[in-house]
């Protein structure tokens, strides 16, 4: 049973022409995303209807087109500053390629990008000069450089190089500083409003703008066209996760019609190796930028990926390419075994009261903590900062999920850092590792007071179909859209009342057969009507699945292996056949049926923040029967006044993450020599259950913990409350392995609550 939120969208009923020209589902989905208009949906679906924006409605695109006529006209020496991620590479390639056309490469023309292993992103102090000391060891005088996919913030560094006699373009899209750094000209989309076309382009893209703008002004130089670079900026904005909206969107469907022509060498040969046509998005993002990003996290040094894009030598693109490869075998490796270990210290955490989770050691590579980071962020539910430790330097990444703005909050506490940049939902950053509790502390209280609380998960559904219109005909209606991603999320179904059926599991191995890489359950799924599709759900085992009808949430998917269509599980909310077999309704148990009475949403709140004026009748623990619905209303009901709801929404408890939490309060207890109230322990766990804290605790015996009730106390008032020990921390467990036991009871508590709940809600009046 999921503990995430469902939030379906409201069904928009689309025009008749607009059904006569996608289909009925893709039309559903143009209206929902706000594409209803004749000429947009037309701009939407065809790359040729689209209007382009010109280059020059960046506000200084003028001033560095100027620079750079210059630099040509005087035989001047420029660097490309790059970063090392797969946006940063391809936009280094583009600028690679493109000013190729009017600076000799090599000569005129050099390109600089950071080691990811020893440098963070951004330009620094230490890189100019390693770079002007090389251009002197070559008898050139660098007098330009030009950043892409970085450089907005490096205000001291830029401030370095205004000193050493060096200019300065600056082609970013990452956040603005409070003051305009000391350059020629700054390209960043950042500058425009919200709603511009060009808002929300990514490194690579903002690259190609400036070399179209400098096509437009030189057009007579250039020998090979502008259109060849489209490949390299639909690598890079798939990869950055950018909104596919505006230009963006333009950018990526003309990207992906180059790319589908696999006129790249070193683009043909990826596709290849990861067995790609490369006429879809996530032939990029599960494909060719893994590929890509993998030589950083494992290596540092990205030169060689910047020669694999623009090379026309097939024997030394056939060598990158087996070097490609070896990097992201291990880099996958390497992910698997922090993102272990970073499990087992978030299962020492108490996670009840940790808002922002940031943990350092310095066993783990640098190169793949932001993947690990996303992987806490999508396990945990929480923000989180993941960080190595070298020479007293703690430098990570940072990962966020939607709703909360991490770059906010690391920049309330630059005082405690040493460097830090990015997105509200991804970083990087570094503090000195001494300063690690202050900074864990510092966030966690801004979190607090800013959020309130963790937010749930969350799955937003876009349209609710059967079985039967799940066929080539509904894929082929949806790939009208394409590409998706950011800002045009693929569609999320919702299939209700089907079951699960053929269960099995399937161990994905290694091309030598050997060691189990993944796990995935694969189904066949099921309606009432005879209709079935078969589908997998990755990363989890077949016992997880129901044997209940089951309203499921999907992907529709394209198994070009065997020549389907098949579906991805991505959650579902089983039906419980005993509830439907209890006490008849509320109403009718009542001593006044007809009675209403208002419920006040308090959920989670304490006696302290109530408010002690109003008259209500407080409901502190959530129902678990009927026999419970009917007390909590009746109690009202006859006090004559409304119903405040303060226990915990039960939408917040999920198995997993409470299993995890009872953990961590275990080995702090058995550290510590301290004691807790059942009371207590129930407010951390959210779980207000006798039965399923005793599952509980007796998987944790099995694991070598000692739990020992105490003593009790009573209030007066006929509440129990227990003094609990527990101790003998075991040194072989760590929390990792689930109890499966005590996560089934508390999911099937979590649904209880949750039907008992909006049973409470439906026969009331809510205020």
Not at 112 to 139: N, T, V, Y
Request: a negative charge; hydrophobic letters at 40%; charged letters at 25%.
């Amino acid at each position: 049973m999921s503990s995430t939120n469902w939030q379906i969208l409201e069904t928009v009923e689309p025009p008749t022409w607009l059904i006569e020209k996608v289909g009925r589902f893709a039309a559903q989905l143009l209206c929902q995303r706000g594409i209803v208009e004749p000429e947009a949906v037309e701009e939407f679906l065809s790359v040729e209807a689209y209007k382009p924006t010109s280059s020059f409605a960046f506000p200084e695109m003028t001033q560095a087109i100027a620079r750079i006529r210059q630099a040509w006209e005087q035989g001047e020496t420029i660097a490309i500053w790059g970063d090392f991620d797969a946006d940063g590479i391809t936009a280094t390639s583009v600028l690679w390629e493109g000013l190729g056309q009017f600076f000799a490469q090599g000569d005129r023309l050099v390109f600089f990008i950071p080691d990811r292993l020893k440098e963070s992103h951004g330009i620094s102090i230490r890189g100019l000069d390693e770079l002007r000391s090389q251009c002197q060891a070559e008898g050139k005088l660098l007098s330009l450089i030009i950043t892409c996919d970085t450089g907005s913030t490096c205000l001291d560094a830029l401030n370095h190089a205004q000193n050493l006699g060096i200019d300065v373009i600056v082609t970013d899209h990452h956040t603005l500083p409070d003051e305009r750094p000391p350059v020629v000209a700054i390209i960043n989309p950042r500058y425009l409003p919200n709603q511009h076309p060009l808002f929300n382009l990514s490194g690579v893209a903002v690259a190609y703008k400036l070399m179209e703008a400098l096509y437009e002004n030189l057009p007579e130089v250039p020998q090979q066209p502008l259109e060849d670079l489209l490949d390299l900026v639909a690598i890079g904005l798939v990869a950055d996760l950018v909104k596919l909206t505006g230009d963006c969107r333009y950018l990526a469907q003309r990207g992906i019609e180059v790319l589908r022509q696999k006129k790249r060498l070193g683009v043909r040969m990826l596709l290849e190796q990861c067995k790609r046509v490369g006429d879809r998005p996530i032939d990029i993002s599960f494909g060719i930028a893994p590929r890509i990003n993998a030589v950083s996290r494992i290596w540092g040094d990205v030169r060689k990926c910047v020669e694999l894009l623009t090379t026309r030598d097939e024997n030394v693109c056939k060598a990158l390419i087996e070097q490609t490869e070896l990097a992201n075998t291990q880099r996958k490796a390497l992910q698997k075994r922090v993102f272990k270990q970073v499990q087992s210290k978030i299962s020492q955490l108490d996670l009840s009261t940790t808002g922002i989770i940031v943990l350092a050691d310095p066993q783990w590579s640098v190169g793949v903590l932001g993947l690990v980071a996303g992987q806490v962020v999508a396990e945990y539910g929480r923000p989180t900062i993941l960080c190595a430790i070298e020479d007293g330097i703690a430098k990570g990444s940072a990962r966020s999920l939607e709703g909360i703005n991490l770059y906010d909050l690391l920049k309330d506490q630059v005082h405690l850092l040493l460097s830090f940049g990015g997105h509200p939902l991804a970083g990087g950053l570094s503090f000195q590792f001494e300063n690690l509790q202050l900074l864990t502390e510092a966030l966690d209280q801004k979190f607090w007071s800013q959020y309130g609380q963790l937010q749930s998960k969350a799955i937003n559904i876009d349209l609710e179909v059967a079985i039967a219109d799940l066929t080539k005909e509904l894929f082929n209606e949806f790939k009208q859209l394409e590409p998706f991603g950011m800002g045009n999320p693929y569609p999320k179904l919702l299939v209700r009342d089907c079951q699960f059926s053929e269960i099995s599991n399937a161990n994905i191995r290694t091309q030598k057969g050997q060691k189990v890489e993944y796990i995935k359950t694969e189904f066949t799924l099921r309606d009432r009507h005879g209709n079935q599709i078969y589908g997998d759900w990755w990363g989890h085992y077949s016992y997880e699945l129901p044997d209940t009808d089951c309203d499921v949430v999907i992907e529709l998917v394209d198994n070009a292996f065997r020549r389907r269509y098949d579906v991805r599980l991505l959650d579902f909310h089983a039906k419980s056949a005993p509830l439907s077999a209890e006490l008849p309704p509320l109403a009718t148990s009542l001593e006044n049926p007809t009675a209403q009475i208002k419920i006040i949403d308090w959920y989670g709140r304490n006696a302290l923040e109530l408010d002690l004026n109003l008259s209500a009748t407080i409901c502190d623990r959530c129902p678990q029967s009927w026999q419970d619905v009917n007390t909590i209303i009746d109690r009202a009901y006859k006090a004559n006044q409304a119903l405040a709801l303060v226990y915990p929404h039960p939408e917040q408890i999920n198995g997993a993450i409470a299993w995890q939490t009872l953990v961590g309060i275990a080995k702090y207890l058995g550290r510590t020599g301290k004691e807790i109230q059942r009371s207590q322990l129930i407010t951390k766990l959210g779980i207000d259950d006798r039965d399923v804290l005793q599952i509980g605790f007796d998987e944790l015996q099995q694991y070598g913990y000692a739990v020992q009730v105490i003593s009790s106390t009573s209030d007066g008032f006929g509440e129990v409350d227990e003094i609990i020990r527990i101790s003998s921390i075991p040194s072989i467990y760590d929390g990792s392995i689930p109890a499966k036991q005590f996560i089934q009871a508390a999911n099937e508590l979590a649904f209880q609550q949750q039907f008992f709940d909006r049973q409470l809600k439906n026969l009331s009046i809510k205020r």
